[in-house]
């Protein structure tokens, strides 16, 4: 396949067996944009930060869309797996265990996290969602008995995507085998403090 390389940013704990927080971020994000809020969880995580390879009207972005709202499938496939393919390329030159990544996505980035939750069940370790959307139309259904932890941050004044569409999204993963943490904030596609905080919470309580 034609895959290309991911602009990134690696900071090491200093310990290779540390977990990896990978940072995906939002539609006209780029790689450095996370990186404030993964130091709140701590010193003793990797962080392995991406720059999305499409581009929409100037702004990097994960994968394609075909209107507001609308994702091109086909390309969330293909950039998932490149993503996938470039990652376990980083761990090796890195140095840092690729089988200890959690991913940590908001909005576009949250649902490339989302996509690889369904491709690659068994890859990530676990998954911090900030605003996602269900990255395709008719979810496949997936074969996983690692019970991966996710957390989920939706908000209930979400223009961009209803509180039913992530309940739906919610159940689908829960009847996947994914062990969901959902927390809805009173707040719109923005993040505020609440969505860290909780976010802190369900990471030590799962890996630190």
Do not use: C
Not at 159 to 174: C, K
Request: a positive charge.
């Amino acid at each position: 396949m034609n895959y290309q390389p991911l602009k990134y940013i690696y900071q090491s704990a200093g310990n290779p067996e540390a977990s990896t927080l990978l940072l995906l971020h939002g539609t006209g994000g780029n790689e450095t944009d996370l990186i404030p809020l993964a130091k709140n969880f701590g010193k003793n995580v990797n962080i392995l930060s991406v720059r999305g390879n499409v581009v929409e009207q100037g702004m990097p972005r994960f994968f394609r869309r075909l209107s507001m709202g609308v994702f091109d499938e086909e390309d969330i496939k293909f950039r998932t797996h490149e993503l996938v393919s470039f990652i376990k390329e980083v761990a090796s030159k890195e140095k840092f265990n690729a089988s200890k990544l959690i991913a940590l996505g908001y909005s576009n980035g949250a649902n490339i996290a989302g996509a690889t939750l369904i491709l690659y069940p068994d890859f990530l370790s676990g998954a911090i969602l900030f605003r996602p959307m269900p990255p395709f139309k008719n979810m496949p259904k997936v074969k996983t008995s690692k019970k991966v932890p996710v957390f989920i941050s939706a908000g209930n004044l979400d223009g961009m995507v209803h509180i039913s569409e992530i309940q739906q999204y919610t159940s689908h993963l829960e009847a996947n085998h994914f062990n969901i943490e959902l927390h809805t904030i009173n707040t719109g596609h923005n993040l505020v403090e609440e969505d860290s905080r909780k976010a802190i919470i369900w990471m030590h309580k799962n890996f630190l």
